[in-house]
């Protein structure tokens, strides 16, 4: 029996989530119950490393001859499993670990040992997702990985000490970029005045038309306030792919997580976006432009990179800019989305918009103001009514502006990046599957009020 022949039943383990409490004992003599507690502990930790190096073994006997062909193995995809594991229960599984980078990149291990430096860049770079975005190999030669730099293959030995792994501008997220079209490059994402190309691609994939591409990382099970994005595209007839996002500051502790999370803070905008990257399914939906509304849109970009921009979880976010954006177009995304939507399973939701029907009009008026003000003191008690001093001289109000705004069923709303991806996304492309028409455009996203809260009408 060979050791892939493990690899689906460890996959199912780690699937079922069975958790892995490892925790550490004090030195004062055990009672009987936690010298039982103490066995079984070690029992899981030596099932962890009986796993890993199970994994192990299966990764350095598994050959790739692509960084794709490697990433969507069935051994890595389960050794990435397995990782996020060992992450959460603190466990440390060097050789697993070291094994597992080698093969997303397609390298042996042994590279890493004749390569200082290399495994710590693969590491802080993401390296092997960017390798498959840009479609590019390593090449190993004697002792040596060679690896783009300058659009020449390199050695690493060479480049080196050029590469900073430390992040510049620690305050924000993901500053610096450790590889591009190029290749290797240290850039501050961040540190740019006039919007660029990141990279080419064959215009015929979207009809040698200038075209404005919404796209979507996001969560497929629920909702949720941190790790969903939406970003900008922007693409010309001669084939240039331009990447822009906004971004807020880097999670501060406690004061960002616990204190005000929702407040309104200052916003960055990133280019090339690093969600173009990222290991998670991407939604995109391209709408044609003029060539006119292309510069248009470019130079409102690159003006708000000028003077600034504010930024905030739920209203003045990522998704609320890529539609202001679009808007220039004269294209409105319906991007907001009741909160109450969001948060309660399909089931309730189904049962109450069939309940609807049989309930009279100022009842279901009061339930909404009701159930608005509770939604309403939540966003205040997460700091949804305070813009923070940095932003102020915008003039930006924020999702709570006064204590009016607490009754408004309209301020309940959030423009969610998943709600765009799954509900508005998924609209667009059935009406263009029924018309038979793959760039059209439905007549609603036409009209400036499509963009009214759908919490008015429920």
């Known amino acids: 029996m060979t050791v892939s022949t493990y ?63 490697a990433l969507s193995s069935e051994i890595v995809k389960t050794s990435r499993l397995f990782q996020k594991t060992l992450k959460k229960e603190g466990f440390i599984a060097l050789e697993f670990e070291k094994a597992l980078k080698a093969k997303k990149l397609a390298i042996d291990p042994t590279y890493f040992d004749t390569n200082p430096g290399f495994h710590e860049y693969a590491t802080a770079s993401a390296l092997e997702q960017y390798l498959l975005h840009y479609g590019d190999q390593l090449e190993c030669k004697g002792d040596d990985i060679l690896i783009r730099k300058d659009n020449e293959m390199t050695p690493w030995s060479e480049i080196q000490d050029s590469i900073a792994l430390s992040s510049p501008s620690k305050h924000l997220p993901t500053p610096t970029s450790l590889y591009g079209p190029s290749g290797v490059e240290c850039k501050d994402r961040y540190d740019w005045k006039e919007l660029t190309p990141y990279k080419h691609e064959d215009p015929s994939q979207w009809d040698y038309q200038y075209v404005f591409e919404a796209c979507v990382c996001c969560s497929e099970k629920a ?10 595209r922007l693409k010309t007839p001669e084939g240039e792919i331009y990447s822009v996002g906004l971004y807020r500051k880097g999670k501060n502790g406690t004061q960002d997580l616990l204190k005000t999370p929702l407040q309104m803070k200052e916003g960055f905008l990133q280019s090339p976006d690093v969600s173009e990257a990222w290991p998670m399914p991407i939604h995109r939906m391209g709408f044609p432009i003029t060539e006119e509304q292309f510069w248009k849109i470019k130079g409102s970009i690159e003006r708000d990179k000028q003077t600034g921009l504010a930024f905030d979880s739920v209203e003045t976010n990522c998704t609320r800019y890529t539609a202001d954006k679009l808007a220039i177009a004269d294209i409105h995304l319906p991007i907001s989305a009741p909160i109450w939507k969001l948060i309660f399973p399909k089931r309730v939701i189904s049962l109450i918009d069939l309940s609807a029907k049989w309930i009279p009009e100022v009842f279901k008026k009061v339930v909404r103001v009701t159930g608005a003000v509770v939604l309403n003191m939540v966003l205040v008690t997460l700091g949804a009514f305070y813009t923070c001093k940095e932003v102020r001289h915008l003039q930006q109000k924020p999702k709570i502006g006064s204590i009016f705004d607490i009754f408004k069923p309209s301020i309940a709303t959030v423009h969610a990046p998943t709600y765009l991806a799954q509900v508005v996304f998924k609209e667009i492309q059935k009406w263009r599957d029924e018309n038979n028409q793959p760039w059209g455009i439905p007549g609603l996203l036409m009209i400036e009020s499509a963009e009214a809260s759908p919490s008015e009408e429920d």
């Open 7 to 69: 690899i689906p039943s460890i996959r199912e383990l780690l699937l079922q989530g069975r958790s892995f409490d490892i925790k550490p004992v004090g030195p004062r003599p055990l009672s009987i119950l936690e010298r039982a507690f103490e066995y079984i502990q070690g029992k899981k930790r030596e099932r962890l490393t009986n796993v890993a190096t199970v994994l192990t073994k299966a990764l350095l006997e598994a050959k790739f001859d692509s960084v794709s062909s």
């Open 223 to 232: 909702f949720r306030l941190s790790g969903d994005h939406s970003w900008i």
